[in-house]
């Protein structure tokens, strides 16, 4: 039973790029969360998705992020117009339910240029 | 002020010492979470705990509901637990909503 795989594990973009970032959860996992961790900070949930439906979207920024996880496929976290204070490690997690615990993926280092 | 407070910020130790890190927090909880983060890696969730102890081969992890406080312990440690130790509380009903503290920075010599 594969992990949380996160792809790519590495992403270069140039300002006003935009970046995808893809989560495909654990086998059976309906249950999507996304975290960031700024360099030399600690990680801050961003959103929290399942199928189909965003639950709680309360650490997203206002402008130029957003999230998705269709019923078909990974969970997209995606950014759009990308500034050099973008650059961070992007998390996700996946659950089998709300109330149990979630496992991570290795994450998705992204470099703004 | 984070609600997630760890100490300390960062530990070394000799190897095969026993290792305690603190987390307390602000609010009641229904899970705290202790997670592992090895540099450039990815996270491991170690221990989701809400009462008591739980011990997962030399790690224990324990929780005081009433005094908000929770510890991480290693026993005889080794350089392979050189990471970063982060723990997290949950908010709202969802184990995966979580507050994280700033982490542990353990370094265990040889």
């Known amino acids: 039973n594969a992990g949380v795989m996160q792809n790519p594990r590495h992403l270069v973009r140039r300002r006003g790029q935009e970046a995808r970032l893809r989560c495909s959860p654990m086998k059976g996992h309906s249950h999507v969360y996304w975290y960031r961790q700024l360099p030399e900070e600690g990680l801050k949930f961003m959103v929290y998705l399942q199928k189909e439906n965003i639950i709680d979207e309360s650490g997203m920024p206002k402008e130029r992020f957003s999230a998705e996880f269709p019923k078909e496929g990974p969970s997209i976290l995606r950014i759009q117009q990308v500034v050099r204070g973008d650059s961070a490690a992007y998390f996700c997690?996946?659950?089998?339910?709300?109330?149990?615990?979630?496992?991570f993926g290795q994450g998705t280092r992204l470099t703004v240029v | 002020k984070n609600e997630v407070e760890q100490s300390p910020q960062n530990l070394t130790a000799q190897e095969g010492e026993f290792i305690t890190i603190n987390c307390s927090y602000s609010v009641g909880i229904s899970a705290l979470h202790w997670l592992q983060q090895h540099p450039g890696g990815g996270i491991v969730s170690l221990f989701m705990?809400?009462?008591g102890k739980k011990k997962h081969g030399r790690l224990i992890a324990t929780i005081n509901i009433q005094e908000k406080h929770s510890s991480l312990h290693i026993t005889a440690s080794h350089p392979r637990d050189s990471a970063v130790y982060i723990c997290?509380?949950?908010?709202?009903?969802?184990?995966?909503?979580?507050?994280f503290g700033k982490g542990t920075k353990l370094s265990v010599k040889p």
């Open positions: 997690a996946s659950s089998g339910r709300e109330d149990t615990e979630a496992f």
């Open positions: 997290a509380r949950n908010y709202g009903g969802s184990q995966g909503n979580l507050i």
């Open positions: 705990l809400s009462s």
